[in-house]
């Protein structure tokens, strides 16, 4: 029988301890195992390659994405550097978005100045800025939808179709939906990637990243290479992101019945010039969302009125929003995109990008929806 989603999250891993059979496996913190005899390794020889306790967590992840293997890795940024140190050589060409998250950004820029691959960034929902981007045979086509920040949406499918037509294999970064919202892989992509710092551990007391790969040969090249680069996470990591992974349908559920409150909260307060959220008719890629997400999700954000003044006063007055980089987690978090998550991308890659200065990003958490409006009501007030 296939099983839901909320199912595979919550029993991940549960009584598979021979040992002791304890239902919730253990953590394994042993960084050496001993070899049964003479050139006779055991599963296990040295936790850098393997380790039960993030075997388990990536079977788990796995699974959820609909992937044949998963490799988890020591943050989200090394497990985006691990698939280009896989696919890409130099010469190769890497199509990205021009308003990816900025540490993506600050890695393809700087790696592609260095000479370890080419880089272009682009609209992707501009078609024939993408059709020419394919004339040009890239290697590896990138996508992540919704966007960070702007929560930009684009057609994962009609894109990862363009990119195999060009001989080149399909990265999709889920990391704003998770896969109880969106399943690239079965929208054509051939690898998934996430930050599971985000969502995925969901109480921001981890750095973690998976690749999620399609095809189970390029799967266990992931691992060569994680183990080869030394990139892998770390046992105690895998113990808290399987643990929080439990959780994850249920918080996902209950962030984005709060996010709809903040966005109709935020559509009538004057001081926002501008809202971003998927669920607006008005957001990019609006229509694309309805036809391949499962919801609109739990990240926001929105163009606040006024001067940098007004921004300190805002920010300043808030009590239940943290002012923190990260999302996803149980508590609800306010970021300044330019000083903050983007501030490694040039002014001028930001304003081509469409993030303004005055672009606040919210992670909705799991709070009490009334209490989280009126804080923001009240630092409304206190900026005025």
Known sequence: MKRK??????????????????????????STYNFADFNQPRAHD???????????????????????????????????HLVCTVLLKPGDLLVAPHDCYGGSYRLFDSLGRRGAYRVLFVDQDDEKALADAMAQKPKMV???????PLLRVVDIEKICHAAHQAGALAVVDNTFLSPILQQPITLGADIVVHSCTKYLN???????????????????????WANNIGVTAAAFDSYLLLRGLRTLAP????????????????????????LYHPSLPDNQGHE?????????????????????????????????FTLAESLGGVESLISHAATMTHA???????????ISDSLLR???????????????????????
């Open 5 to 30: 989603l909320a199912t595979i999250a919550v029993r991940g891993g549960l009584n598979s301890d021979e040992q002791y059979g304890c239902v919730v496996p253990p953590i394994h913190l042993s």
């Open 46 to 80: 040295y936790s850098r390659r393997g380790n039960p306790t993030r075997d388990v967590a990536q079977a788990a992840l796995a699974e959820l994405e609909g992937g044949s293997r998963a490799v988890l890795t020591s943050s989200g940024m090394s497990a985006i």
């Open 142 to 148: 990138l996508v992540e939808s919704p966007s960070n």
């Open 202 to 224: 969901g109480h921001s007391d981890v750095v973690a990243g998976v690749v999620i790969t399609k095809d189970e040969t390029l799967g266990i090249e992931m691992a060569w």
């Open 251 to 274: 918080r996902i559920k209950q962030q984005q019945i709060n996010a709809d409150a903040v966005v109709a909260y935020l559509q009538q307060q004057p001081q926002v010039k501008k």
């Open 288 to 320: 694309i969302a309805r036809k391949q997400q499962a919801g609109f999700g739990a990240m926001l954000s929105f163009e606040l009125g006024g001067d940098e003044q007004t921004m300190r006063r805002f920010l300043s007055a808030l009590n239940l």
């Open 344 to 354: 490694g991308m040039a002014a001028e890659a930001r304003e081509a990008a469409g």
């Open 362 to 384: 919210i992670s909705v958490g799991i709070e009490d929806c009334d209490d989280l409006i009126a804080d923001l009501e009240q630092a409304f007030r206190a900026s005025a």
